[in-house]
């Protein structure tokens, strides 16, 4: 008989399976020149941030941080998306306003 996952479970092995939207908090939003990502807990993974229209404009890896911040003058105002990746399946994206 096949098991059947139970989408209940949170870690496995103490790793977390997914990241909960307040595993991160990003202020401040909207920013002007710089936000800062701060995350629950010490954190290694990868970011990345993406333009309305899906293009990545930004991206990178970051190593046993509790924040990190990210400079935002190259970028024009209006909205954009921040992928938050602690493993590469366990991500969170949150909206980011820049304005000038």
Same mark, same amino acid.
């Given at each position: ?12 092995? /103490? ?29 290694? #993974?990868?970011?990345?941030? *993406?333009?309305?229209? #899906?293009?990545?404009?930004?991206? #990178?890896? *970051?190593?046993?941080?509790e ?7 190259? *970028?024009?105002? /209006?909205? *954009?998306?921040?992928?938050? =990746?602690?493993?590469?399946?366990? =991500?969170?994206t ?7």
């Amino acid at each position: 008989e096949d098991e059947v996952c139970d989408p209940t479970i949170t870690s496995v092995f /103490g790793i977390p399976v997914t990241v909960k939207q307040d595993a991160i908090k990003i202020a401040p939003n909207p920013a002007s020149d710089q936000t800062l990502i701060t995350f629950t807990q010490r954190s290694t #993974g990868h970011y990345a941030l *993406y333009d309305h229209l #899906g293009y990545e404009m930004l991206s #990178g890896d *970051y190593r046993e941080v509790e924040s990190l911040s990210l400079d935002l003058t190259p *970028y024009q105002s /209006g909205l *954009y998306y921040l992928q938050v =990746c602690i493993t590469d399946s366990d =991500c969170v994206t949150k909206k980011l306003v820049v304005v000038e």
